[in-house]
C-alpha cells in the first residue's frame, strides 16, 4: 500500500470514529419529560387489577418523576420509609415514557394526555402483560390544605385519654393522616373537613360514611399563638357515638 493510500485509509478511520462518537455523545441520557411532569410527585389510585397483579383496585401510592429521568413508587407514604420501587432511567417509546424495573420484572408506562398533564400509568410484567392500571387522585375536599400544612412526624407527649401504642404521629405531605399502628386515613377517606382555627383552634375531619353516623373523626388543635404548630390530636371512631383517644404533641 502507497503512502497516499495509507492517507485516505487512515482519514477515513478517523472521520468513521468521529461520527460514531459524535452519535453516542448525542445519544440522550437523560429522559425529557414535560414540564409539567418532570419533577413532580403525584397521588394515584389502583383502578384496574388483573389475576397476579402486584396491587389491587383501590391502593393507593405517591408516584415520583425526577428531573432527572428517573422513577420511583412509595406504596406507604404516611410511613416514611422512603420507595420501594426507583428505576434510576426510562426511555420515551411512541407517545409513552416507560421504566423497566428488571429486578422485580414489571415495566412501568406513563401516558399524558394532550395538555401534557398525567393520564395513567400501566403495569405490565417483562413479557408485556397488563397487570395494574394507576390514575390520578382527585385533589380532595375542600380545606384539605389545612392539614397538608401541619405535615410533619409528631412525638406524642402524653395521652390524655385512650390509649395510644406507638407514640407517634405524623400526617405526610399529601395530607394523610397516621394517628397509631392500625388507625390511618387518606384524603379519599375524608368527607368533610371543617375550618374551626379562628373559633376553636381546630380543624375537624369527618371521615367516610359522613353524613352517615356514626363516623370516625380527627379533631386537630393548633396552638392559640402559632396556627402552624399543632399541639393536639383527638380520635373519635364513632362519631356523635361516646369513646376517644386524645393525645397532646
Known sequence: MNASKAISLGLALLLFSACAKEEE??????LNLPAGISGVDYNLECSFAATGAPNQVGDQASFSFGSDGSFAIDFNPADNDGNEVFVASGAQEGNEFVWEDQGAGYKYALSLTAEDSLNEVNVFDLQGTFLNQWNP?????????LIKALAGNYPVQSVDQGTHNRMSFSIAADGSIDFDSGISFSPSDYNLIT???????????????WPDEPYPRIELFVDPNDSSRLVKVIYRPNYPGSGSTEISL
Open 25 to 30: 455523545a448525542q445519544s440522550p441520557d437523560t
Open 137 to 145: 387522585i382527585p385533589d380532595g375536599p375542600a380545606n384539605l390544605n
Open 195 to 209: 375550618d374551626r382555627i379562628d373559633v376553636l383552634d381546630g380543624i375537624w375531619i369527618d371521615m367516610k360514611p
